[in-house]
């Protein structure tokens, strides 16, 4: 079994609706993230939480919002998904400190809004 | 701003050597990463530099320059299943990654 796990892998939805993407790991590490990977483009960082208790936003956090519901689980949500946020969605993990730049990537989410 | 500048796409033969170039400018700096991603594929985290020179693992190697903002991975013996993307990440001084688009590697038999 994957160390980090995303749920789902794929998703198509409509313009409007509400989607939530978990993401669940069994590293034991603090630090979780959500990147988007568009084409072309870096990975962008959405949200990132250091503890159950400390959550910030990123570079692209317009129109997500995340909840860190344990150490383990982290999820990522769009109220109102829009086409243009029709994207590879990458959860990750790290450890602190200078290893804060080794992650831990799951599977990733691909979402198609149309 | 911050920038990470790296090739778009790269060309090389099974079994010959590659060099994959990345240059960064960063508020601060706390390291420069390398990271492999196969088509459809998670990131895989590669190599750390944050002194000058050179890393060896294996048949890949990273190399970092502070002074001149440049970092390349060099990748020896090409395989085919080294077809993949690079990925080059600077962190800055809030330990925030900053990453480059990605350098796709091409290997022809």
């Known amino acids: 079994d994957a160390d980090v796990t995303q749920t789902p892998r794929n998703r198509i939805t409509k313009t409007g609706k509400r989607i939530m993407l978990e993401c669940s790991q069994t590293k034991g590490h603090d630090r979780m993230y959500w990147y988007r990977q568009d084409p072309g483009l870096g990975l962008q960082l959405i949200y990132y939480s250091f503890d159950v208790k400390d959550i910030n936003k990123g570079e692209i956090s317009d129109g997500y919002s995340v909840s860190r519901q344990a150490q383990a689980k982290f999820s990522l949500s769009l109220e109102s998904a829009i086409p243009n946020q029709t994207a590879l969605y990458f959860c990750?993990?790290?450890?602190?400190?200078?290893?804060?730049?080794?992650?831990?990537f799951g599977e990733g989410s691909r979402l198609t809004v149309l | 701003g911050q920038n990470i500048d790296q090739p778009t796409e790269m060309t090389a033969t099974e079994g010959a050597i590659v060099q994959i170039n990345c240059t960064y400018q960063t508020s601060g700096f706390n390291g420069l990463f390398w990271y492999q991603q196969h088509a459809g594929e998670a990131p895989t985290f590669l190599s750390y530099?944050?002194l000058d020179g050179l890393e060896e693992k294996g048949r890949f190697s990273s190399f970092l320059s502070r002074s001149k903002g440049y970092s390349y991975l060099l990748l020896k013996e090409l395989q085919m299943k080294d077809s993949a993307s690079y990925l080059c990440a600077a962190m800055d001084s809030n330990y925030q990654l900053i990453w480059g688009a990605g350098t796709k590697l091409i290997i022809k038999p």
């Open positions: 990750a993990t790290s450890v602190g400190g200078r290893d804060t730049g080794e992650l831990f």
């Open positions: 530099n944050v």
